[in-house]
Each structure stands twice: as C-alpha cells, then as structure tokens.
C-alpha cells in the first residue's frame, strides 16, 4: 500500500506532520479528516525511500530472547508514562545500543509511522518475532491496554527465559557426568577393549559372551564406518529440521512432546497459564470472546492446543458456553474449565481467568521444581546401566579365562 507524507493543521490549531499508508491520495485525506487533521500539503512517498536493509528478510539481524523481553518492557513503560507508540519507539530507539537492536528499531518506527499496525509491522520483520509475541502484539492492538499487555508480555518472556535457564542448571551437571561417561565408553569400546580381547578371540574354542560381542561389533562397525554416522547424522539433522517445518509434521512432534512424562505436563501447564491469563486481560479490556480466541491462540506456542481453541471457537460461534468445548477438547485441566464455567454463570469471567492464571503459575512453578528434580537422577541412572553394561562386557571374557585356566 502506497505511503503518503503529509502536513496538516490540527483542530487546536497545532501544526502536524507525518506518514500514513493509504489506497490513493484521496483516502489518505479522508482519514486525516476522520482525524480532525486539516491537509494543507499530502505527497506520495517513493517505495526507494525504505532502506535497503529492509527490502529482505535474510538480512535483518535478530536479538536475543533477553534482549526482546527488555524491549517490550522499555516500549511498555514509555507507554504507560504516557507517551503514544510511535514516540515511545522513537526514545526508545535513542537509548538503544549494538548492532542489531538500531535496525529492528528503525524498521518498526518506518512501518508504524506509516500507519502498519504494531503487530503486523513485527510480523513483517520476522525474528525474533515468534507466534507468542505477535499474539499479544495482536491482543494489545486490540484490546486499547497496550502498556498492560505488553508489561505482560515482557513477563511471559522472562518466565521462559527463567524457565530455560532452570531447566539447563538442571541438567549442566548430570550432562557433563553423561559426557564423561560416554566419553569413556567410546575409549573403552574403541581402543582398550578391542586390545584385550585379541588374545582370546585367537582361541577358536573360546566363546565370547554376548555383551562382549556387541561391543567389539560396535568398536569394529564405528572404526570402518565412522564417516558414514557422521554423514547419516548430519543429513538426519538437515531432514529434520525441514520436515519439523511442515504444519501436518510440526502438529506430529508437538503431540508426541505433550505425551512425554513431566516434560508434557509442564509444557501444558505454561500453555494454560499463558492462554488464562491473556484471555483475561482481552476480556476486561471488552474484547469479545470470539476475537478474544482468534488472538490467544497463536499465544499458546503448541500447535495441538492452537488447534484446540480452534475448535472451541467453533462450537462457540454456533451459541455453545465456553467451558463445554474446553472440556470436550481434553486439553485444558478441569480447573480451568470449571473456573469459566463459574465465570461465564456469574457474569465475572474476566476476574476469574485472572484468578485462575495465577493458580497455573504457581501450578508450572510446581511442575517445574519436580521436572528439574526428577530429570538429574534420570539421565546419571542411564549412563550408569550403560556404563555398568561396558564393565560386565569388559569382565566377563576375563572371568571365564580365569575360570578356565583354574579348571
């Protein structure tokens, strides 16, 4: 859509200047009088006036989940201070530093200002724009509480960052132990084993037990074929990532990760507590229910549950409660569903999701200190079976030699 700079005398009679997006010359003055604008000079801009770094997407450097959850929190307190979104993006341009964060910036303030949506403008940069923070983008458009929603948003971020960094601290020590370990295996089974065992496998009467088998196959398999796993590997991890690409296969992987034990009820329990909250603030802020849906469900960063809400959006377009089809559905606990079943009964439906959405996050905090309890003793417990499984295969042929020479 074609840009229009203009400039225009206001209704207090303050001068004014700026871009805005509009099928022709004549529609761009129609809405500056919609706006109580008096046009007193209107030019259509040129489509080179856009940077060059903006015309593809493969050159727009991306920043850091931290970094993105810092500047929604900036944008939302400039917001809140008082300051409209376009002066908000610009003071928050001023302060902003390296190289990547200047251009992301730029290129919001150039779509903005032209009149784009704040949401679409970030749809159009791409990342570190994902589902979830164009969602609430969305809902803040909508819902006329954008420094609300977007303090909101910088929340959820830092909780996935928590979340992330919890999960890893976790995990670092029992990963180094697996590491060593297998480390070790592979040493044992490549280099030390093979050595020890070559004495015995020169005796034809000899018999190797079957863990020692395996394991001198798999030494011989690694050392004439190591080229062609890493080739395989490689090419497995390349087929992955584009077939993970694909909506039909992305709903695959997402439904077998909400069956994982733990790991699926905490990713299910964030979901919940995200989709809660954000349905609450769009509904206070008189978002009806079925736009409310539309704009929640690419918050939820699961496509089985998008798929879900797309269901219940249905069933509610054709006059059903919204408690019913969230319980049919079978993804959302029962405490959710009775708590907008009541909400819905007592006219409250907002106040009760608000409620709600901070039971689930004390829920997800729960699920949580159980996950990254449960998941150390988990992995030290398999790299311990497989290391105890290297020692019987190492011990056994020397055992029975020994046995055998006593004899």
Known sequence: MPSFSYESIK??????????????????????????????????????????????????????????????????????????????????????RGPAMPVLLDFLIERVEAG??????????????????????????????MDEVLHQLASLLDRSIELRREIVGATVYPLIVAFLILASVVVMVTVVLPRLMAPLTDQNNFVMPWPTAVLLG???????????????????????????VIPKNRRVIDGALLRIPLLGKLIRDVAVARFTRTLGTLVSAGIPILTALKIVR????????????????????????????????????????????????????ESMLMHAARAFDRQVD?????????????????????????LTAILLPLLEMQSAIGA
């Open 11 to 96: 209704r207090d009679g303050n001068a004014a200047s700026g871009v805005l997006s509009a099928p022709d010359k004549a529609q761009a003055i129609r809405r500056l009088r919609e706006q109580g604008m008096t046009p007193i000079n209107i030019e259509q801009r040129e489509s080179s006036s856009l940077k060059p770094a903006f015309l593809r997407k493969s050159d727009r450097p991306s920043i850091k989940r931290s970094d993105l959850a810092n500047l929604v929190r900036e944008i939302a307190t400039a917001l809140e201070a008082g300051l409209p979104l376009m002066q908000a993006l610009k003071t928050v341009r001023q302060q902003s």
């Open 116 to 145: 784009m949506p704040l949401h679409q403008a970030a749809a159009e940069y791409g990342p570190p724009f994902d589902d979830l923070v164009l969602g609430m983008f969305r809902s803040a458009d909508a819902s006329g509480k």
């Open 218 to 244: 798999t030494a011989d398999f690694i050392q004439a074929w190591w080229w062609l796993m890493l080739a395989i590997t490689i090419a497995i991890v390349i087929g992955y990532r584009a077939w993970s």
């Open 298 to 349: 690419d918050t939820l960063g699961n496509t089985v549950l998008m798929d879900a809400i797309d269901e219940v959006q249905e069933k509610v377009t054709t006059g059903q409660s919204l408690a019913d089809p969230l319980a049919e559905c079978g993804h959302f606990p029962p405490l959710l569903v009775q708590i907008v079943n009541m909400g819905e009964r007592s006219g409250r439906l």
């Open 366 to 390: 729960q699920t949580l200190k159980v996950f990254t309890k449960a998941l150390p003793p988990v992995l030290l417990v398999f790299m311990a079976l497989l290391a105890a499984f290297v």
